[in-house]
Structure formats: C-alpha cells, structure tokens
C-alpha cells in the first residue's frame, strides 16, 4: 500500500425516494423554475445522486491551497507577534503557554472547517504516536463501529459511507505502516481527504445530537433537526460547545482546549486557559489529550510541551 497515493471515492449512494403524495400539483401553466444552486450550505440529506457529486466536486477542488489547510509547525512566538499592539491579556496567555512548554501550533485554515480538521489531523496522528499503535488503531475503531449505528438511525439513506471509509483507509494506513509513516506523511494523505473525513465528524457530530439530544437540548434554541443541519451538517458552519462535546462524546475522546481570551485580568491561571471536555467512558484516557488552540471563531491544533 503506498502512503501518498491517493484513492478514489466509491460511487455516490442512491437518491432518496419520496412519495408521489408529497409531490406539488402541477398546473396546466406550470413553467420550470431554475435549477438550484448547490453550495456548502445545502444540508447533504436533501441532495439527490447527482448533487451529491456536485458538492463533492466543488469540496474536493476548493481553491485554498492543500498544503495551507493544516500548515507546518510554526512557533508560538510568530502567534504572539500577531497581537503586540493588541490585547495584552492575550499576550499574557501565549506567553503562559511558552513557559509551561506548549511553544509550537499549526495554522488551519479560517474556512468554517477549522475545528473538524483540526480533530482529525491531531486524532490520526495519536494513533501514529501511540505506544501500541495496533492496539490503539483496534480501541479507536471499535468505538468507530458502535457510533456508526447513530449515523445509519440519524440518516437512513447511506450517503455517509463515501465519508466514513475515507477515514477508515486512514486508520488502516497507520496500522499498515505504523513508525514508518511519518507525521508529515500521514498530513498529506489526509489532506487529500480532509474534506470528506472533516465531513464524516459533522455526520458523526449530528448523529449523536440527533439520537440523544437530551444533554444537548437545553442549548439548543429551535428543533434538534434544524439544529443540526444548519450548525453542524452545513460544510462551513463554525464548531460550537455543543458541536464539541457531541464530537467527544459520539469518538469518546479527550479534547485540551487553549482559549485566548481578552477577558482574562490579573495573573493568568489554568483555569483561564484550558478547558478539558472528556466523556464519563473515554477510551483514550491513556493517550495525550487532542490539543487545540481557540481564538474567536477559528481554532489551530497546539503542540505540548514533548512535542517533537
């Protein structure tokens, strides 16, 4: 199997049917109105075989650069620079985090996708830096198959599985080559595919608010449906609390999260900085936790202290 080769998606799933009941009448006058346009908004469900291509077409070709979706490491010091001449809380926070060692993060890119990404990139590459990378790859997918029950309740029409094997060729490309597949390989050949496994997270994400939205309900201002298909299955809609702890929650993993706040006076504490979401039955407990970097609507993957 090579690493850098890339696959090509399975044929797009079947249309859903509708019955002739739903149908509008047709007036003897009727003219045919304008095709509608497809875009990132459009909830994928409500896609026919041929929109589904479309969309996956116009997310595979997106113009921003494959290698600037997720960037090379980059010192937290070029971060500070950034806000010199603006909040000095924020200042405090980066400088915080220098001294407890979290010195380095990558940029992703500030598409809406951010988030989705970003857990992607750091949850395969946990695996590829797992003690037992056999063992981790085999604990991780499990928890993969039981979740996927949710998807198929959540969306009965199988368009998901385009998605989710893109991320189970991945899992088994790390299991393949283990050690021998470098960081940076493993980056690239997601990359080829970020956007069909960030897409699988929001499936994963809306399923399980979907099948059990009760911690989740009191968040939520409307119905769980419109919910669901406007803030997480939208291609572009920002990663909200509720987004991550359902994506914890449905992957049953432990997510770090650096938020740099104008808000924070005095001395900076933890508490400040780091949030820690972590589901009663994680299975990853003895894995570094998933570190993320949080500024206002966009999010970058933070390297720890023992970070090569």
């Not at 980059?74 to 060692?101: C, F, H, K, M, N």
Request: net charge negative; hydrophobic share 40%; with cysteine.
């Amino acid at each position: 199997m090579d690493p850098t080769h890339p696959s090509e998606p399975e044929d797009a799933p079947a249309a859903p049917r509708i019955r002739s009941t739903d149908l509008p009448e047709v007036e003897s006058d009727f003219v045919p109105s304008a095709p509608r346009e497809i875009n990132e908004d459009t909830p994928l469900l409500s896609l026919s075989q041929a929109e589904i291509a479309e969309l996956t077409e116009k997310m595979l070709n997106n113009p921003s650069a494959r290698t600037k979706l997720i960037a090379e490491i980059t010192p937290i010091s070029d971060l500070r620079a950034e806000y010199l001449d603006g909040s000095q809380s924020v200042l405090r926070q980066i400088d915080w985090l220098q001294e407890r060692g979290y010195t380095q993060f990558r940029r992703a890119a500030r598409d809406g996708n951010c988030f989705y990404r970003s857990v992607a990139f750091a949850y395969l590459d946990r695996l590829l830096q797992a003690p037992d990378v056999v063992d981790a790859v085999a604990r991780f997918r499990a928890v993969l198959k039981a979740k996927e029950e949710h998807v198929k309740l959540a969306f009965q029409d199988e368009v998901y599985k385009e998605f989710s094997d893109e991320l189970n060729k991945l899992m088994q490309l790390v299991e393949n080559f283990g050690v021998a597949l470098s960081t940076e390989d493993l980056l690239d050949r997601l990359l080829e595919v970020s956007d069909y496994v960030s897409y699988y997270l929001r499936l994963l994400a809306s399923s399980e608010i979907r099948v059990n939205p009760e911690p989740y309900r009191d968040f939520i201002l409307e119905d769980v449906v419109t919910f669901c298909q406007a803030q997480v299955e939208a291609v572009d809609s920002e990663a909200d609390h509720i987004s991550m702890m359902a994506l914890c929650n449905a992957l049953r993993i432990t997510l770090k999260l650096a938020t740099l706040s104008s808000h924070v006076q005095g001395p900076v504490q933890e508490a400040d900085v780091f949030t820690i979401i972590s589901p009663n039955d994680a299975m990853d407990k003895d894995l570094p936790p998933i570190l993320l970097l949080f500024r206002p609507g966009h999010y970058d993957i933070l390297l720890g202290p023992n970070a090569q």
